[in-house]
């Protein structure tokens, strides 16, 4: 078959220009009260719903939701069963995705999920971030090719310590949310180099970004950048 635009599924992130929605509104930890809290979900899910719906008429097959869909979703101030109470709205706008064909995931921010670090509280608060974002996924119905995407964490005290607490925290990580996973590289700490070989041996997929501008350039010889740049309409930059 020959190569061209319709053998990729193309999408993007979080915000959806068109339509000047983006289905992360939040607040302040301060100002998180389980009323607002409950009027911000609401907001969110109904804003994810019309993002969905343009994906669904636009041929749109790729989204990542943001990952305050859900505000302090993983955090201790958040204590509303929002799983049980919008398990409705979820099971909608998974219908919504899985009949369009559309591949949803998620990205904490680097903050929220640190694999690498050596504080034992960081280490609880990345996994409360990474299992809200798998269920966030489950909720939706997504099947296993729906991931939360995450990069490493920091590099300290050295990049092999920190490489080595990383594997220590995916070994003791329950296989369910091990598999929701996907460990990509970033664009100021680990370089695609680097992370390349690392996810397979650890029983998770990785992900490169290599056709955005980044100080930590791809493997030698990769031909994704210049595959899609050759792809790429002009003024777009793909990530």
Known sequence: MKEGLSSYRLGYVANCLSLGLGASHTCRLAGATPQRL?????????????????????????????????PFGSHPVN?????????RDFDRLGHI??????????????????????HQRVRDAAIAELRYGARVLDLLGQGPEAR????????????????????RMLDAMPEELR?????????????????APWPG???????????????????????????????????????
């Not at 804003?47 to 939701?65: S, V």
């Not at 598999?179 to 992370?195: C, F, G, P, Q, T």
């Open 38 to 70: 409950e009027e911000l979900i609401a907001l969110n899910l109904s804003e994810l719903e019309q993002i969905l719906l343009f994906n669904e008429a636009h041929g749109i097959e790729l989204f990542r939701i943001g990952s305050s869909l859900i």
């Open 79 to 87: 204590t509303l069963p929002w799983w049980k109470k919008w398990a």
């Open 97 to 118: 995705a899985r009949r369009s064909r559309q591949r949803l995931s998620l990205h904490p921010s680097p903050a929220a999920a640190s694999l690498t670090s050596v």
């Open 148 to 167: 939360v995407v995450l990069h490493l964490g920091g590099a300290a005290p050295s990049r092999p310590e920190a490489l080595d607490n990383a594997r």
């Open 179 to 195: 598999n929701r996973l996907v460990i990509e590289h970033d664009d100021k700490i680990w370089s695609a180099r680097e992370v």
């Open 201 to 239: 041996s650890m029983g998770c997929p990785g992900s490169r970004t290599t056709c955005t501008t980044s100080s930590s350039p791809p493997p030698p010889r990769c031909r994704w950048r210049s595959c899609c740049a050759s792809r790429r309409p002009r003024g777009a930059r793909w990530t």
